[in-house]
T-cell receptor
Framework: DAKTTQPTSMDCAEGRAANLPCNHS???????VYWYRQIHSQGPQYIIH???NNETNEMASLIITEDRKSSTLILPHATLRDTAVYYC????????????FGKGTTLSVSS | ETGVTQTPRHLVMGMTNKKSLKCEQH?????MYWYKQSAKKPLELMFV???????ENNSVPSRFSPECPNSSHLFLHLHTLQPEDSALYLC??????????????FGDGTRLSIL
């Protein structure tokens, strides 16, 4: 079961890029890296996922190292609404169904 | 708006009550999930349904009874709950199970408090 390591907390100024790191050194070749975030009192929100290549969507960019042992989620212009707990998840359990959430990184965006 | 709607958002019930949580998804998905999130603990998978068939029960006590009448609706029937069952109950959906390239999309959950 691949596991992830994330910093407990990070701060970012509003309007600046937020770069959230994640280590997943035991990831297997066919396992995807997923990012979710959870804002207080809401359910987890899907952000982005990737296998090998870098990915970008309207919310964020995902940079995966060539050896796939780490990745970085980039929020290009952080806003106060991006304050949340961010979870890096390597998919998945043996049956291929559950998302295994760890403790995540609490990102605080301030003005 | 995630396309997954859960009702009610908040529920307070006594240990002897019977209540039901409802989840509806408008994403055209065929797999639906119940997760439990207790205070300061990671999400725990409870049940999985794929094309209306239950495919996983993660050793959940029988006082929790799921029901999936069709691919768009999922219920969690509750009876004789314990105080430790107080938690945020989250519903999620995905196109189908078994494909790790398909993200799950979550509702905002039902905050359950057992008196």
């Amino acid at each position: 079961d691949a596991k992830t390591t994330q910093p407990t907390s990070m701060d970012c100024a509003e309007g600046r890029a937020a770069n959230l790191p994640c280590n997943h050194s035991t990831i297997s070749g066919n396992e995807y890296v997923y990012w979710y975030r959870q804002i207080h009192s809401q359910g987890p929100q899907y952000i982005i996922h990737g296998l090998k290549n870098n990915e970008t969507n309207e919310m964020a960019s995902l940079i995966i190292t060539e050896d796939r042992k780490s990745s970085t989620l980039i929020l290009p212009h952080a806003t106060l609404r991006d304050t949340a707990v961010y979870y890096c998840i390597v998919r998945v359990d043996q049956a291929g169904t559950a998302l295994i959430f760890g403790k995540g990184t609490t990102l605080s965006v301030s003005s | 708006e995630t396309g997954v709607t859960q009702t009610p958002r908040h529920l307070v019930m006594g240990m002897t009550n019977k209540k039901s949580l409802k989840c509806e998804q408008h994403l055209g998905h065929n797999a639906m999930y119940w997760y439990k999130q207790s205070a300061k603990k990671p999400l725990e998978l409870m049940f999985v349904y794929n094309f209306k068939e239950q495919t996983e029960n993660n050793s959940v006590p029988s006082r929790f009874s799921p029901e999936c009448p069709n691919s768009s609706h999922l219920f969690l029937h509750l009876h004789t709950l314990q105080p430790e069952d107080s938690a945020l109950y989250l519903c999620a959906s995905s196109p189908q199970t078994g494909y790790s390239n398909q993200p799950q999309h979550f509702g905002d959950g039902t905050r359950l408090s057992i008196l």
